[in-house]
Nanobody, 122 residues
Framework: VQLQASGGGLVQAGDSLRLSCAAS????????MGWFRQHPGKEREIVAA????????YYADSVKGRFTIARDNARNTVSLQMNSLKPEDTAVYSC????????????????WGQGTKVTVSS
């Protein structure tokens, strides 16, 4: 599966932004999907993940209550709605796919898209 993330940009603290990840291939609905971010000089961290059916989700503590992950298997897309953005959310965000049921673990992911940069000014 090939992944293409989009939707990043420059926003102010408190604003909202929606990221989208488009997947190619007919097997998208079989993958668990995740959003990750990488701050400059730091390791990549998982932000949110969603099961293949959309029935289960996972959120990092730092984004719980502010971010929402969703998927549309008919359109081969997964989105990340980000509300109440903070300067510390500034990072490059990437989407990824895995067959593994341990989709809260970043090292379980096999396919990665390129990142989209999110900058939140204070």
């Amino acid at each position: 599966v090939q992944l293409q993330a989009s939707g990043g940009g420059l926003v102010q603290a408190g604003d909202s932004l929606r990221l989208s990840c488009a997947a190619s291939g007919r097997t998208f609905s079989r993958y668990n999907m995740g959003w990750f971010r990488q701050h400059p000089g730091k390791e990549r961290e998982i932000v949110a993940a969603i099961s293949w059916s959309g029935g289960s989700t996972y959120y990092a503590d730092s984004v719980k209550g502010r971010f929402t992950i969703a998927r549309d298997n008919a359109r081969n897309t997964v989105s990340l709605q980000m509300n109440s953005l903070k300067p510390e959310d500034t990072a490059v965000y990437s989407c990824a796919a895995t067959y593994s049921g341990n989709y809260a673990r970043s090292n379980e992911y096999d396919y990665w898209g390129q990142g989209t940069k999110v900058t939140v000014s204070s």
